[in-house]
């Protein structure tokens, strides 16, 4: 059973950081890992993603502030948030993909606030 479960969200003020991990269990080979986030009444969107093999592409909103990475030794993938707005305030989702499937986290809160 494949199970991907994140963590490292909460409250951080403006410019502040944050590391989410999403550790992953039931799989290990994957053609694509993402972060997604959510916030009421909107559609979930892409904020950073890794193709196996591949570069890194971001969102507009957070290209040069967030970074992902895949930690081959904890079978997780990361996204590390720097600068961080209020605007990035959402429920935060992993993502990852095979061929033939695509599984999703619970998420997890981040929330930007003084």
């Known amino acids: 059973q494949v199970q991907l479960v994140e963590s490292g969200g909460g409250l951080v003020q403006p410019g502040g950081s944050l590391r989410l991990s999403c550790a992953i269990s039931?799989?290990?080979?994957?053609?694509?890992m993402a972060w997604y986030r959510q916030t009421p009444g909107k559609e979930r969107e892409s904020v950073a993603a890794l193709t196996s093999g591949g570069t890194p592409t971001y969102h507009v909103a957070v290209k040069g502030r967030f970074a992902i990475s895949r930690d081959y030794a904890k079978n997780s993938v990361n996204l590390q948030m720097n600068s961080l707005k209020p605007d990035d305030t959402a429920v935060y989702y992993c993502n990852v993909r095979t061929d033939h499937k695509s599984y999703w986290g619970q998420g997890t809160q981040v929330t930007v606030s003084s």
């Open positions: 039931g799989i290990s080979s994957f053609t694509y």
